[in-house]
């Protein structure tokens, strides 16, 4: 079985200050990790992910996260938070060594960022 | 590219009546996939597509939930009879060939059940 976790139902960041949304999962096999944001009224778009490789991923609007293997975490950063960035942000995972054709991905809770002005 | 499109965005009904969702998945997408999202709930999975065909549908939650492929570029989702507890937004995504692709998801249908 595969799970996430966030911790944090809500992250509140003054605009122009570092963020960081918390994510760990379990999963018996290799892990692939996704980060989704979602807008009021809008679908899930994608940000990043880790595969393989580099423990700092980069993605888009100027996200990243970082793999940590020993902690089983995948938390999400951004130097500088703005305002835009103000969102629910969602961690998702699928376990890399499922059989063939299998792309179930587990989904987290949400986080809903806050970017004060 | 258009993205995935799902009809209608917003659905009323009446308890006990049929309740049909569209999507239509990106252009050479392989895969497709139907969640549901609540406040309770969260982001669920209900059933997904490989090449048309149904792989998992562990998540659907009832017999009254069902979901058809017929091509590469329509899939539907229906409720029959549906219930108020069905209230929640679907959304439908879909995925390229690839092992490690990941998922595009359209606008959700908001659905109300009175």
């Known amino acids: 079985a595969q799970s996430v976790a966030q911790p944090e139902d809500q992250v509140n960041v003054a605009e122009g200050n570092p963020l960081t949304v918390k994510c760990t999962y379990s999963v018996s096999g290799n892990p692939y990790l996704f980060w989704y944001v979602q807008y009021p009224n809008r679908g899930l778009q994608f940000l990043l992910k880790y595969i393989t490789g580099d423990n700092l991923v980069k993605g888009s609007y100027g996200f990243e996260a970082e793999f940590n293997k020993s902690q089983t975490s995948f938390h999400l950063k951004k130097p500088s938070a703005l305002v835009s960035d103000s969102a629910l942000y969602f961690c998702?995972?699928?376990?890399?060594?499922?059989?063939?054709?299998?792309?179930?991905?587990?989904f987290g809770k949400g986080t809903k960022l806050s970017v004060i002005p | 590219d258009a993205g995935v499109i799902q009809s209608p965005r917003h659905e009323v009904t009446e308890m006990g009546q049929e309740v049909t969702l569209r999507c239509k998945p990106i252009?050479?997408?392989?895969?497709l996939f139907w969640y549901r999202q609540t406040m309770m709930r969260g982001l669920e999975l209900l059933i997904y597509?490989?090449?048309?065909?149904?792989?998992?549908d562990s998540g659907m939650p009832e017999d009254r939930f069902s979901a058809k492929m017929p091509n590469a570029s329509f899939s539907t989702l229906k409720i029959q009879p549906s219930e108020p507890r069905d209230s929640a937004v679907y959304f439908c995504?879909?995925?390229?060939?690839?092992?490690?692709?990941?998922?595009?998801f359209g606008p959700g249908t908001r659905l109300t059940v009175l």
């Open positions: 998702a995972v699928r376990d890399g060594d499922s059989g063939a054709g299998s792309y179930q991905l587990t």
């Open positions: 995504a879909s995925k390229s060939p690839g092992t490690y692709n990941e998922q595009f």
């Open positions: 597509f490989n090449n048309n065909v149904p792989i998992d």
């Open positions: 252009s050479g997408h392989d895969y």
